[in-house]
């Protein structure tokens, strides 16, 4: 049974930093690309960083580059999305999202930035 749990998330002022972090299990981790994606209230999800099977290849959104970092550890079947300088419009629940066939989706993780 392949999951993918989400963690991390909370509640942070303008300018903070969060690591969220994600635990997959149930398929063959270090093969498949992983991507984490966002879903503000009343705007459709949005792809905010893609990383590769061995993570040598990565991409970002044009909202987050230079300030959000994707990485993983497949000793551990993680991925992990490191945010700084956070903004208020970072505002959304997060996902994690697997390139299998069929892709897979955790549950998410709520990140709020607000003073």
């Known amino acids: 049974q392949v999951q993918l749990v989400e963690s991390g998330g909370g509640l942070v002022q303008p300018g903070g930093s969060l690591r969220l972090s994600c635990a997959a299990s149930?398929?063959?981790?270090?093969?498949?690309?992983m991507r984490w994606y966002r879903q503000a209230p009343g705007k459709e999800r949005e792809l905010v960083a893609h990383?590769?099977?061995?993570?040598?290849?990565?991409n970002y959104a044009d909202s987050v580059k230079g300030r959000f970092t994707i990485s993983r550890d497949n000793a551990k079947n993680t991925v992990y999305l490191q945010m700084n300088t956070l903004k208020p419009e970072d505002t959304a629940v997060y996902y994690c999202?697997?390139?299998?066939?069929?892709?897979?989706w955790g549950r998410g993780t709520q990140v709020t930035v607000s003073s």
């Open positions: 999202n697997s390139l299998t066939v069929p892709g897979y």
């Open positions: 149930g398929f063959t981790f270090r093969i498949y690309a």
């Open positions: 990383i590769s099977n061995l993570g040598a290849i990565t």
